[in-house]
């Protein structure tokens, strides 16, 4: 019974409320008044309520509740406003509330019980975020929609029931309040059916299909319900799924990204999709975020679970990528070994959600994504895998640029379907090295022309691309940019850019040319830019949060900056840079910035490469060498010569990094080391070297050192 009491003494009552639809004792509906409740009933009930009111002194708005026994017709008081008694009576209930506490009388607010009267019939439902098929588990989350019943006769009440609400798990799971108020019970429920149809509550559970099976119950309609009702009918419980049509229809035209470049190359084949891209009126951009970004600066343990989350919008707002790189190089073994996660499935999840956009991966040759020469058919078949689980292009290189270990992994992805992507590695200055000049990078690309994988027009589903990538690389203007990948080149003047573009052209004039950089001198931005002007076909970018340092240069700034349009909006970049602003928080344990505030440019002296620089510091520390990290970047120039000045990638990287910390523990020099070379027990990685086990290095193994360090033995 509701009840409104002043200081005077007086008490009236709104008349009562029938609330038996109940489940584990929690209102689900109520009635206003009750619908099967006698009058005499109703009478004492009303009349108890306003005695007990007097007796204690009650002042002000309030609720009397009485559990009423139907065989007996007794009434028992249970304890001490409410929507549906203010619809019957047209009182204003919190209005007449306030005025109480501020003082007045009821009859100065011209109530009195003789002139109050309950006109027709008022039914409330409580909609709620339950799943009433999982025992009403309470549901939360984001409202994507929400569209109330209403019109005439319907009253809403609600604060947080609105498109993008957060329906948090830690309260209340209310939704809103919905009252019907008609001239009777029949057109009530009538009422009430038509506006919980009328709902459209996208984004969490809700138990609007109950209260629909509820008020079409014909016990409920016709005769008057107990506690237990609900109990009696689990069928209620049962909901017929929504069929959302608009909604359903809506979520496909928004799942559907636009048109990538693997559209192109799915339907028209590998030749068709390099033709493509060396028509394009602009340079196009390969975002390596998802590999060599996050392993350069948070040692390869962003999780698949972050990737995921931004993989959509990568595919409706970045559509224009020509590539997205997300797999090889240490992802398989960090997600194996650290994440304990499948890279498979990862690979899975992330062509599901972005189906218009090539990816991409990196493959150490016969090394696949290991860190040793593995058996030809481990190789055959992970490429075949890949390309099953839906990898599109391999950018296959050998870390010594030694072709024939490139060869099983280019015919490996060949016969799996897969685009090749020929990799030569830079190092170096390419003005002033005796050893890797351009006539050095030619004879490279001439000898992958040899192969017969690039130029025999029978291999219709290979498109090599020689890649030219370079973790520190400079470059001016030019035709073309000229090679890299590992190497550190001093600036490039005009003339020599040209000509080795020109002579680049020459020999492979219907192949992209793409550049990779890691910025770990800083200059990557600018490295770009001239390559792009120089002509350069493809750009390796990362998104601006995951960029710098030891990662590839800013995508945001080369595409505000590049004079040739590369396919993405800075809009775009903007909000996808916001998600990985805050992502990258997440991992602060494995921060590269934990031991390396910025950019070096001491790159260009010890060529350290930019994927190894935070892993050397990081093994450093680990080896109580932190306070020497400059004398191991040093020794790593020494140890690179000692080694006959290799090309640096994993893993004739990591060769030079354990020689030169070697040198570093033992306090030797680089003449102490030819001088006691038979002597010394030396790291693992460099005796494999020396036994051939990475491959060939261009001019030969250091004849002297080798001797020494296997003894006189012959390589295994």
Not at 13 to 34: G, I, M, N, W
Not at 69 to 95: K, N, P, Q
Not at 404 to 431: H, S
Not at 524 to 531: D, E, H, K, M, N
Request: one cysteine or more.
């Amino acid at each position: 019974v509701q009840i409104l009491a002043d200081k005077a003494g007086s008490v009236i009552h709104l008349f009562e409320r029938d609330c038996s639809v109940q489940r584990r004792h929690q209102k689900v509906l109520e009635l206003a008044p009750a619908h099967k409740l006698r009058q005499e009933a109703r009478e004492a009930i009303l009349s108890d309520a306003v005695k007990l009111a007097k007796s204690v002194g009650y002042e002000n708005a309030g609720t009397v509740e009485f559990l009423f026994e139907e065989s007996t017709g007794r009434h028992y008081f249970m304890e001490v406003e409410h929507t549906v008694s203010e619809e019957i009576t047209g009182v204003d209930i919190v209005r007449t509330q306030i005025r109480i506490a501020e003082g007045h009388s009821l009859s100065s607010l011209g109530l009195n019980q003789s002139e109050i009267a309950a006109s027709g019939c008022a039914m409330q439902c409580r909609v709620t975020t339950e799943d009433p098929e999982r025992d009403f588990q309470p549901d939360s989350g984001r409202l994507e929609y929400f569209r109330p019943g209403l019109g005439p006769g319907i009253r809403l009440d609600s604060a947080s029931a609105f498109a993008g609400a957060i329906i948090s798990p830690y309260y209340d799971s209310l939704l809103c309040k919905v009252v019907a108020h008609t001239g009777n019970f029949a057109e009530s429920t009538a009422k009430m059916r038509r506006a919980l149809r009328e709902f459209r509550v996208i984004g969490v559970s809700t138990n609007i299909a109950f209260l629909l099976n509820l008020l079409s119950c014909e016990e409920f309609c016709t005769v008057a319900v107990d506690t237990g009702f609900l109990d009696r009918n689990p069928q209620l419980m049962r909901q017929r799924p929504s069929r959302g049509r608009v909604q359903k229809l809506l979520r496909f035209i928004v799942a559907v990204p636009p048109d990538g470049w693997r559209k192109i190359l799915k339907q028209k084949g590998p030749e068709a999709f390099a033709k493509a891209i060396l028509d394009h009126p602009g340079v196009l951009l390969t975002d390596t975020t998802m590999r060599d970004a996050h392993q350069s600066l948070l040692a390869t343990r962003v999780r698949t679970y972050d990737l995921v989350k931004i993989a959509p919008f990568a595919a409706r707002r970045l559509s224009g990528l020509l590539s997205m790189e997300c797999l090889g190089g240490a992802t398989f073994d960090v997600s194996l070994r650290f994440l304990h996660e499948c890279p498979w499935q990862r690979l899975r999840q992330l062509r599901d959600l972005v189906p218009n956009i090539p990816f991409q991966m990196l493959l150490r040759g016969a090394n696949a994504v290991g860190y040793t020469n593995y058996a030809d058919n481990v190789v055959y078949r992970f490429c075949e895998e890949a390309v099953k689980t839906g990898m599109d292009i391999f950018r296959i290189f050998d870390c010594l640029n030694y072709v024939p270990n490139m060869l099983v992994g280019m015919d490996a992805v060949r016969k799996a379907g897969g685009v090749v992507e020929a990799a030569i590695c830079y190092t170096g200055d390419l003005l002033t090295s005796k050893k890797y000049t351009l006539e050095y990078y030619l004879d490279t690309a001439e000898q992958l022309k040899q192969t017969g994988l690039i130029l025999d027009k029978n291999f219709s589903r290979v498109f090599v691309k020689l890649c030219f990538f370079s973790r520190h690389l400079r470059a001016r203007q030019g035709r073309r940019a000229h090679p890299g990948h590992q190497g550190h080149g001093r600036p490039v003047e005009t003339r020599v850019s040209q000509a080795a573009g020109h002579r680049f052209e020459a020999e492979i004039p219907d192949r992209p040319l793409h550049i990779h950089t890691h910025d770990t001198a800083g200059a990557g931005v600018a490295t770009l830019l001239a390559c792009s002007e120089s002509g350069a076909d493809i750009l390796d970018v990362s998104v601006d949060a995951m960029s710098g340092i030891t990662a590839q240069p800013s995508m945001g700034a080369v595409v505000g900056c590049v004079g040739r349009s590369p396919g993405v909006q800075p809009a775009d970049v903007a909000d996808y840079n916001a998600y990985w602003e805050m992502t990258r928080r997440l991992y602060v344990n494995f921060e590269c910035t934990n031991t390396m505030r910025s950019g070096n440019a001491d790159v260009y002296e010890n060529e350290i490469p930019g994927g190894q620089y935070t892993n050397l510091h990081f093994q450093s520390i680990s080896l109580g060498l932190a306070d020497q990290f400059a004398l191991v970047k040093k020794k790593f120039a020494e140890a690179n010569q000692l080694l006959g000045d290799l090309i640096k990638v994993t893993p004739s990287s990591k060769v030079v990094g354990d020689l030169a910390q070697f040198m570093v523990q033992n306090k030797l020099s680089k003449q102490d080391v030819l001088n006691r070379a038979s002597e010394l027990s030396f790291p693992c990685s460099v005796v494999q070297f020396f036994d051939g086990c990475i491959g060939q290095p261009h001019g030969g193994f250091p004849a002297e050192l080798a001797a020494a360090v296997l003894h006189g033995r012959k390589p295994k």
